[in-house]
Nanobody, 124 residues
Framework: QVQLVESGGGLVQAGGSLRVSCAAS????????MGWFRQAPGKEREFVAS????????YYADSVKGRFTISRDNRKNTVYLQMNSLKPEDTAVYYC?????????????????WGQGTQVTVSS
């Protein structure tokens, strides 16, 4: 079992920055590809970014490419999402997820563990 706890969400003005974190339990965190997803009110959950177990490979949704950076610290069992140049359309609940797959994945259905989410609100 893996438990994921997100933190760092909040209210920020458009153009600002925010970093959300996801702390994972378990000694095998370094084996799991990780991902960030988000869900805005009335919309489906969408992929934001993913990172391989080693942290060497990353992948981003087009909507956040160049603005968001996913990273991980396997010594701290934590994955991060640095969000810069935030826009009102980035407002959503942000979820981190862990996959039991051997390689980096994008589809939500390929993630096995999910956090409870953290709210990010970007004001115009």
């Amino acid at each position: 079992q893996v438990q994921l706890v997100e933190s760092g969400g909040g209210l920020v003005q458009a153009g600002g920055s925010l970093r959300v974190s996801c702390a994972a339990s378990g000694r095998t965190f370094s084996r799991y590809p990780m991902g960030w997803f988000r869900q805005a009110p009335g919309k489906e959950r969408e992929f934001v970014a993913s990172i391989s177990s080693s942290g060497l490979n990353t992948y981003y949704a087009d909507s956040v490419k160049g603005r968001f950076t996913i990273s991980r610290d396997n010594r701290k069992n934590t994955v991060y999402l640095q969000m810069n140049s935030l826009k009102p359309e980035d407002t959503a609940v942000y979820y981190c997820a862990a996959s039991l797959q051997s390689s980096m994945v994008i589809a939500a259905g390929q993630y096995d563990y999910w956090g409870q989410g953290t709210q990010v609100t970007v004001s115009s």
